[in-house]
């Protein structure tokens, strides 16, 4: 064996068990830490930080969402924000019917994504490469028309949401929604890091190589698919649904932005997709990048960057964030 | 009387009108190692591919150890002991060689413990003689060894039938006797082996037995020094 092919990651052995519970601590550690800071800083920083953190977390939640299916399983989902805007409409369709603390709303917002995802993924899975991920853009297109043309959530108008009163601990309901964002976003790892690690981890990694030896190697393929467009699904509707209280009025064009699709794809690409963390580091870095642009150039820069940065890594870094910091490891043993 | 473990009846499948396969019957009998022939482009592989699954036959039946496979995905067939190889080996190229083993270790087996999987597949790499490789990446290996590979994540998936398509394709003589030699000692070990294979050596030396398809049908089926014989499968193989 070269030198050169030995520095390659796929020549890495599988994670030592001591190496796992690091990682997981390491979740949540940093998801502590984080916690810990927004609660202290409290009223002390800006109304505009909260708004930009949870940008990014939002899309923390995105991106490691995609990449259950995307990443870990090869199968390109372009339907992120219609799933999004599922969570964002389910908590809008719940607000004016029975309305509840914003966690339950949560809770159905995933059920429901979950159940599209669900489904989705039974019409659509056989379809292979590409085939598949012109069914999933389609889908968004479908659901968005549907919204347009549904009055009682506002149609194209859009619909205003009112905040809920906020007690106790928090001084602004922003401040809620950037904890509740924090927790999800640790949530949305953790069940990507446990899926990565589990067999159904190892199943999906044998089918983004090639699905027909999967097959034959006795891989359920259709049903590992299913378990992770539901997981999927269901994590981008549980992202979606804070957001209706986060920005006070939701129209179509938001809710099924294709910054929320490109984004959920590009952030993974950045960091990279074969671990938890890499959509994570592709969130923060590409999702900091565009709050900055946003504010000091302008907000048109927003997915300019992305593009931009897509192009670099896909070209110079194709296995992203993680690829570059793994060389490199293994460069100084 | 031995009993079948595999029997395929009136296998038949159309692309688009093209019959690449008509009704094509085989049978594999318990610990029998069969040669599979034909031309290029006869319909050898498309018949694996109903065999094993990864194509659904348009009419025919498949009974396999007893029970009726013909609408079985191939996953549950694999399971079931029901392995093969593929005519151009495609590893989990993003796995090690041993993460590759460990695949069908898992799912069609069915171990779930981490220590057991890893100490299994390196008795199969051992088996297979790619012990020293196991953690190497699948891009790393020669011709022969990802064949190798090929075979020993077939083995590890514990088949009561192998489907070997074309293992020994563009090696070296001495590298044919390797992998014949491994073949046998599976067969020893109760594995029935349907050998698809154009080196004529290679059949000769293995097969109990010799099926010839021709077009998509199969034009002979018997004892190899007979089948040879056969004036059709001597047109077929060599021209008027």
């Known amino acids: ?101 914003l966690f339950f709303e949560m809770l159905i917002a995933a059920a429901t994504a979950g159940v599209v995802g669900f489904g989705t993924g039974y019409l659509t899975l056989r379809l292979r490469g590409v085939f598949f991920s012109i ?37 602004s309901y922003v401040q809620f929604l950037v904890v509740l964002m924090v927790g999800l976003a640790i949530f949305a790892v953790a069940v990507a890091w446990a899926v990565e690690k589990s067999w159904i981890g190892i199943g999906l990694a044998a089918i983004r190589d090639d699905e027909a030896a999967a097959e034959t190697s006795g891989v359920p393929s259709l049903r590992l698919k299913l378990i992770a467009t539901t997981m999927s699904g269901a994590l981008m509707g549980m992202a979606g649904a804070p957001f209706p209280y986060y920005v006070t009025y939701v129209d179509p064009a938001t809710a099924f932005s294709l ?6 794809i590009a952030m993974p690409l950045v960091g990279g997709t074969a671990t938890w963390w890499g959509p994570v580091v592709g969130a923060i870095l590409l999702g900091s990048a565009q709050q900055i642009l946003t504010v000091t150039i302008s907000s048109a820069a927003n997915l300019f960057i992305v593009g931009v940065l897509l192009v670099v890594f896909v070209t110079v870094a194709p296995r992203g964030v993680v690829g570059i910091v793994r060389g490199w490891k293994r460069g100084r043993k | 009387m031995i009993a079948k473990i595999l029997e395929a009846t009136g296998v038949t499948k159309r692309f688009d009108g093209f019959a690449a396969l008509t009704s094509v019957d085989l049978t594999l009998l318990k610990g029998e190692r069969v040669g599979l022939i034909g031309p290029n482009g006869s319909g050898k592989s498309t018949f694996v591919n109903c065999l094993t699954g990864i194509l659904a036959p348009d009419d025919g039946s498949i009974i396999f150890d007893g029970n009726d496979i013909t609408k079985t995905p191939a996953w549950l067939r694999a399971r079931r002991g029901l392995a093969r190889t593929y005519q151009i080996p495609r590893p989990f190229r993003g ?25 299994a597949a390196q008795v199969i790499l051992d088996q297979v003689g790619l012990g020293e490789k196991a953690d190497l990446s699948p891009k790393g290996l020669t011709q022969v060894e990802l064949r190798k590979l090929e075979l020993g994540r077939a083995l590890a998936a ?45 059949v000769m030396l293995f097969a109990q037995r010799i099926v010839v398809i021709v077009a998509g049908s199969k034009i002979a089926d018997g004892l190899p020094d007979e089948v040879m014989q056969q004036e059709d499968v001597e047109r077929a193989y060599l021209g008027e």
């Open chain 1, 135 to 171: 069914a999933t853009l389609a889908l968004a297109i479908v659901l968005q028309t549907l919204i347009v043309n549904w009055s009682f959530v506002g149609g194209a108008r859009g619909v205003y949401v009112i905040r809920p009163a906020i007690s106790g601990f928090f001084v």
């Open chain 2, 158 to 202: 514990q088949p009561k039938v192998l489907i070997a398509d074309e293992v020994m394709a563009g090696l070296s003589e001495s590298e044919v006797d390797e992998i014949l030699a491994l073949l046998n000692r599976l067969n020893a070990e109760g594995i029935s082996i349907l050998l698809i294979e154009h080196i004529m050596r290679a």
């Open chain 1, 1 to 101: 064996m070269s030198r050169q092919a030995l520095s390659t990651p796929e020549l890495r052995k599988p994670a030592p068990i001591s190496g796992r519970s690091r990682s997981g601590l390491a979740i949540m550690l940093i998801g502590a830490a984080l916690l810990a800071a927004t609660m202290l800083l409290g009223s002390h920083i800006g109304e505009y930080y909260y708004l930009a953190t949870y940008t990014i977390l939002q899309f923390v939640v995105l991106g490691t969402a995609w990449n259950i299916l995307g990443g870990y399983g090869g199968y390109v989902n372009f339907g992120t924000a219609g799933f999004f805007a599922i969570g964002c409409y389910t908590t809008i369709v719940l607000n004016k019917m029975f309305p509840m603390p």
């Open chain 1, 259 to 264: 910054a929320i699709a490109v984004n959920a």
């Open chain 2, 95 to 119: 796995m090690t060689v041993q993460e590759n083993i460990e695949v069908p270790l898992r799912f069609a087996v069915g171990h779930t413990s981490a220590g057991t999987i890893s100490e």
